[in-house]
């Protein structure tokens, strides 16, 4: 990958060809590139050291197994290895991307640097147990340390399915927490982090993740000498992302998919699964103000390119977009065109922090015990107004189970079956959902709610439809912790009362029957899987509803 100002990034005529690929592909829109505009540039492979060998004392952070961390799922192996190489930093530009121009001063390594980060994968232990699938996730970096929130739901799926799941450290902040964590095992690592106050980041050098998880995707996608998975036969690469890492995903299908390419020209992922997200993202983090989309660009909603999309986002999105006027912008219609495979699904009753396996403790949690070297029984409590304000696991006030139990999963696990099926041969396509519906007769739109309190539209599962519960997306703040900034993000749920459930149904077997049903529904319509669909079954069966 060559620096700034070179002949592979901005229109050369070498490069015509490529861009004849691309056309005829549907990557290239009708509108005019300007001339400082980044054209389909072949991605390099970046050079991976490892697997890094792991102690009792010295192990990788968030590594199954290790300190707090549940044991590695049974047939698996986890390991992490360091991977480095040089990434560029960008710009939007009314017709594409550039690389920024000029570099501003305090971008003092340049907008073009080097790089070393890390990434941790999963894999069968037996070589025919492998599906053929690599799930690539940027990890979230939103609390300042690695949270693999698309593991954290989908863990089960991959494991059954025999998957390959790799998660790497996509942004400079988490690199830093990684050195604090293990300053001797991390010292090879190398993202220049620069705060400009305690807990701040300028932000000057994040934009080179793009770059990164292109290089990281085409490591595997071509599945040569360095790449952990050489010995597989790998035939499908998919990045899915969660929440901030869903923001990266989206905006590495929406801009960069067209651009960062194979050797053959052919596309690096071949298919994205971005979750918890509001659209595309600031590609330099506040370096340049043209990192920022304008409001009006079309670009806020996923653009053609010649894989499938499978956006997926909770009920808190749909809350937090109702604040913006500019917040729900992303929302399109959904797409069967071969050079836009597109479908959006918002699941109604969800939240972007929740506890879908019902863990005594949730993930993030876990990794924030280990990261403080402190037990779990002592960790800080958060401040949310529905959660008890007592150090440990987090818990609901009386009345309340917080975190939300809704199982989100469920629609998350039946997307990377879809999307597999959606490139397979017979190209079969994924369901439709209505987006949750909104009313905008108020300032702010607010959520239509049934008269239990939860949401109209979106993907219906038994949840709401058969309910037991009113599920709320967000949370307000009681106790100003080090994380109570989070409380947004983080949904609980209200059982309803046996008068309640006793006019609703009218016996046990009558509320089995309704989830039964509702589950088989989605199974058939292919929002949820048929395991996950049993699982619900039996939580129904074992229930005291009504």
Known sequence: MMRAGGASRTQRSWWLPVVAAALSVGLVGARPAAASDVTPFTVSIPTVTGPIASTSTDFPFIALGFSVEPPVPDGYVEQEYFFSGT????????????????????????????????????????????????????????????VAGVWDRSRDYFVRNGDVFVGWTSKSVAVNTLKVFNAT???????????????????????????????????FKGNGPGSPTRDLDVRRVFEAGFSQGGAFTFTQADIFHALARMPDGGPIYDGYVPVGTNGANNLNFGLTPAGALPGSDTRRQMQPRDVPVIHINTETEIFIGTLSPLGLAYRRPDSDALNDRYRLWEVAGSSNVSNDHQDEVLTRSLNLAELARITVADLSPSGCTHQQFIPGPAAGVPGVIDPNPFPFSNVENAAFADLTAWIGRAQTPPPHADPIEVTTTTTPSQIARDA?????????????????????PFDTVAHTSAISGFCILSGYSIPFSETTLQSLYRNHGDYVSQVTHASNRLVHEGFW??????????????????
């Open 452 to 472: 239990f309190g939860n949401a109209l539209g979106g993907v219906r599962t038994p949840f709401l439809d058969v309910p037991t519960a009113t599920y709320v």
């Open 185 to 219: 095992r991390y010292a090879p690592l190398d993202w220049p982090y620069l705060p400009t106050s305690p807990g701040n980041n300028s932000g000057a050098y994040d934009g080179v993740t793009f770059d990164i998880a292109a290089q990281i995707g085409a490591l």
């Open 87 to 146: 990434g560029t930093i960008y710009e939007y530009t009314p017709t594409g991307i550039q690389l920024v121009s000029p570099c501003p001063a305090r971008a003092t390594f340049g907008c073009t640097i080097p790089y070393a980060t890390r990434m941790l994968v999963l894999r069968p232990i037996e070589r025919n147990k492998f599906s053929g699938t690599v799930v690539i996730e940027p990890l979230d970096p939103s609390a300042g340390f690695d």
């Open 529 to 546: 899987l048929r395991p996950d669909a049993r699982a619900v079954h039996q939580q129904a069966v074992h229930s005291s509803v009504p």
